[in-house]
């Protein structure tokens, strides 16, 4: 339905524009002028008392067109966009842009300005976007209605494969300055601004659909409907179209500045990340590193397997590279023999590893062979097996010409990702308007060399990942027959409630009884057997050991007795009376390692499933990771590994390693549960799970229900 | 000595060049022409066998030249450079600068001509610059002797206040590049190549008695005298001169590049950062990050206290840059109520916070009131008190001329740091034209932003750091009388004398005593009183536990007795015949936190101290700190505290908290004792030290003594 709808504003054969004028300085006058400027073919229909704009027959209302509009543009004051609205659904136009501010990003009552726009197009069948936005364009049809500075500054549109929807216009902007500036186009661009109607998402399908569009950059600030944005990553990476993706509002500060700018409120972050990390969308931080990759894989392909070689005129800046490449994570590869025989035709013995020093190469041969021994020489590096992917760092240097043209003619050729960085400033400025020429990516940093590299290695990830197949289980009766009545309010049920729950969906806690008092403690200890633990049931009281509510590893009746005495006397010392309910006497679980497994609801994304090893340091290390549920069991081992604490679970320092294969059947259940009962869990934590080789069980838990 | 030498290579006023000829590509050629070409005023003395070299007279030799030469400029084959050198020492020429290459870089052939070279001129009073550098310049004296490709693109050279003395020519030429692009220029320049004989810390004292370097950047692969680096660090800091430091070989493949390039050796990397950050020299990653600091400081001036404000003309762009300030420990400001009351008169009332929006300013005031508005409210924002520093981030932007020309008002006037952040690429080259004309930094990420911000913090940090005043402590006769004979071996000493040494300096052990049997085991304890720990004592065992050689908490004599029954059963298992010599009986000590307390005799920087909270786990997290020995009280607490364990100190969920003052003693102590011993103590391990409140015991320690 929307697919449609929008495949008609982005082929548009007919503009209206409310507010054109023959001041270009105005937004209704500039759009107008860079429609005509960049070559599109359609027609525009200015909307103006006057008789001619820009030349222009203009028209005093939409109604007196006389032909259909697919679009209409609106750039008139605010307490006018209602009426243009409304005139222009009357006359069936498919939808209307509305540049126009001053809406939900204004605070309340432009909110509900905002609110009574939806109502009126909506109710017409009428389509919005925007308002707050600064348009749109589709390179293929010369079709740029989009009043950014980079429309002002080009006087055409390139055209390319790079697909863009992004909630701010300016930051649309600035990734087309970027991509123009390297000669590398756009398929589209779209500013969604305010989303009253049409948001990214409906542009992301319109992307995902466009075969002129081969990869997708998404800015968002407010991500309005997030099931969909995760169908669509799914079946834009299927499609084999990566998604990238930056996402505002990470810090407190940078919600609030969304917040002002577009009326939206900021997610979770971890969770987003969580799953961009589960479906492989590339989320970055910058609009600019963002259209970098994306123009790194259009020009120079898809990242091989391998190390990144290194080439560079300057041992000083070959250095620095190994350092950036290796602290980002790369290896540096070893030239195998054969690579190493084709560089000696070029090169002295003592210089035939990496990083391939063209300093080297000029000293070591006459100048009219360098230029064929630097290409040579690349071209050999980069068909080294060993070798995935190359840099090439410029200092300012001698022989640059020739440096750099092999360089192009190598990224053309070899088949893996090649980075050029242009570290010279404006001594280098010929070889940026060569890379440019040639469409190819220049960046002029170290960090953003292993950024884009970074980039690309995630794009490939994406593109092989299985095929999801985790669905959400359906809530097991025998546990939702143990769920509190559901009245909205979240309720913080027991440890003994919790886990009983646990036990319903088959999950492994401890053997364990409620006892009232020291007698029925004794009694229901001899029948679990010893060593027991016993521990505080009282409301309210979540930390129970640092109240002394916790006496573990009770091997007689007599400790029992003891313990459940000393319990009761700091529950009298520290709690109300009558807040403690008795004493949950446990089987006392053995425990070479401890886990903990928490799931939360996030409202925009669903269960998240939270997993960390090492008892209580996992709070101050933050050394977690999340895992959006449902997960398969396949998804869980790669993410336990990248836990800092992972070497604890495979027998560190001489200790017995767990039975991961039991351990990862324990998360992927513990994920069907909370999965299994949707927004109704809040709140779960199993911590600690002890384990103890193949023996696994939930020692402790709570959960907040709703 | 060597400064009286060097300023008179730096103002030199008279060069000899080997090699020059009318060939300007050739090394020699094109340096002749660069020092004409830039306007030096000294005279130029071609060696040449033709008569005229660039319509110059040249001569035969040196010794043929009528008058003194200060430098001797030397770029010949690698065969004759030792015949030139002796030419030149024979003529009591001050210096020679070898610009040729193929020694100590090319191999062990190589390092044996270099070695003959220093042989050479050392024996007559000759220095030399060199061997494989690339030249240098003294700006204020219009002396440009570089042949890099940078000083070729120029036909001036701009003076400036940053000073850069650095190994690698080609970095220097590229942060030359950079600074020039910027509009900013540099006092001197020096490739220091091989240092064969003057090395960087030669000319980095002359940096710093010369008074037009306001600032000091060094690139260095080799730190050939750490003690003289340290000495000048701490000088030239005292002198209100920030000394930035990019150490090339962090990583083993970048080592690996740096040894190819000028046959060094890289140090240790976290050695020399913990060096760095006593000391207050700020160490970067990347060259252009340090040029970059460095315009910043000389061009914006000093940090500030207080948070970050972000003006910008996009809401997207504003959000991204709170985000990534955030995400760098900076914070972000809130205005106070005048500030607000000044923004006022240009903005609504719904945006007098941060980011500062010059985009709703524009659609809330007549364009010809807008430059002023955006001035006044640039200015405002940062006259508040909460305000330490700003940036402006420029997205494609409409009026971007009135923003940066109101930002280049605000950052030369406003008295705190100010960064331009052009995102616009060639969209915004008039903005990057207008920072060059006002000499002030551009970058374009919000990554170099921060950079930028973070190294201007720490440059603010270091000239306000104390004074240092620890000094390395004599040894104590005590401790020495128990140190192994002097034999020049590694040994390793056991538990026992290591605590020896260890209560002889006055440290807190615990009460403790060798048994060879389990009777002495028995009475042993009996003395020392119960519970007691029993360990074993094995030649060649460190990991006491893995193999069951500990027992803990005996609270009884049957259990010391049975404890080393089965410790004699474990040997028996594991070591060889006769390799147990017994147990140690040790006093248990109580803690509520365990602490590793290591040091580390590095064989550039000395007596590193590490410091570690929470027992095993510090090797997996590597959540440890470094101290250079010896330090200072001061210095130990915001070590301590830049640990991710230290909450568990100040008493965590409920435990006691540890007695600071107490374990900053303790570990002041230990760094004492460390340093004392000097290169003598290899490698020691006070691991566990376990702390209960103001009790603090090293529980166990081992020593390797050499």
Sequence with gaps: MSLAQIQRIMNARSVAIYGASDDISKWGGGLMHQLRRHGWQGKIFPINRKEFVQGQKAYLDIGSIPEPVDLACVAVPVDQVGRVIGECADVGVAACLIISSNFAEAGEDGLRRQEELVEIASARGTRLLGPNCMGLMN??????LCNSASSEYYDHTPSGPIGIASQSGALMGTMLARSYTCGIGLSSGISVGNQADLEVADFFEYLIDDENTRIICLYIEEMRSPERFRELAQRSIAAGKPVLLVKAGRSEGGAHAVQSHTGSLAGTHESLAAVCHQLGVVLLDDVIDMIDIAM???????????????ATASGGGGALAMDALDAAGFSLPTLGASTQAALGRWAPPTHLQLPLDVGVLASHNPPRDLPQGILESLKAVMADDAVGAGIYVMTTQKNAQACWEAVIETAKTCGKPYVFVNQSSEVGSAASRAMREASLLEVTSLTSATTVLGGLRDIHRALTLPQRTAAVP?????????????????????EAETKAMLAAAGLPVPRQAMARDADEASRIAQEIGFPVVLKIDATGVTHKSDMGGVAVNLTTDSAVRAAFKSIAAAAERHLQPGQMQGCLVQQMVPGDVELIVGARWDAQFGTMVVVGVGGTLVELLHDVQILPAPFTREEVLPQLQRLKLYPLLTGYRGARPVDLDRLVDTVCRIGDFAASLGPRLLEFDANPVRISGSNICIADARAVIR
Excluded at 139 to 144: G, I, M
Excluded at 296 to 310: I, T
Excluded at 474 to 494: F, K, M, N, Q, R
Aim: hydrophobic share 50%; glycine share 10%.
């Design 139 to 144: 390179t293929h049809a010369q079709f740029n």
């Design 296 to 310: 790194a894989w259009v020009s120079v392909g898809d990242w091989s397997e391998g190390g990144v070689a290194v």
């Design 474 to 494: 359906p809530l097991d009766a025998s546990v939702a027959a143990l769920l509190p009545a559901e009245d909205g309010e979240p309720v913080t049920i027991s």
